[in-house]
């Protein structure tokens, strides 16, 4: 069968990489001290992103990191954010795909949970 989508994550403070595919910023905030030209956006999908209940409980805690997991993932049935995980996985179909996050830890992040998900049959 084909390999797996090629969908990483970034920083969106990082520059843009000429590898980079399709940049799609998934967080709900822009961030800020990013100019919309500076971002070199495709989309931004904030559509897909956790709840604000659900990111102000996280809070980027890593203890609490599999939990967010957990709780994000069952959000992601939700009719319209489904929708939006389609999109990216058409869009990571198409070619690489760069899921840009504003926070610090992009390993432990939205855009960490989204790259799994879309990366997996």
Excluded at 25 to 47: H, I, M
Excluded at 80 to 98: F, I, N, S
């Amino acid at each position: 069968m084909g390999t797996s989508p090629d969908v990483r994550v970034r920083r969106i403070y990082e520059p843009p990489e000429p590898d980079d595919g399709a940049r799609v910023l998934v967080d709900r905030l822009w961030p800020r001290g990013v100019s919309k030209d500076r971002a070199a956006l495709d989309e931004w999908c904030k559509d897909v992103a956790p709840s604000p209940e659900l990111r102000r409980w996280y809070d980027h805690d890593p203890d609490r990191f599999d939990e967010f997991r957990r709780r994000y993932e069952d959000e992601l049935t939700d009719p319209e954010r489904a929708e939006r995980l389609r999109h990216l996985r058409d869009l990571a179909g198409d070619g690489p795909l760069t899921l840009l996050t504003a926070t610090r830890a992009a390993d432990i992040s939205e855009a960490a949970v989204l790259a799994d998900l879309l990366r997996s049959p």
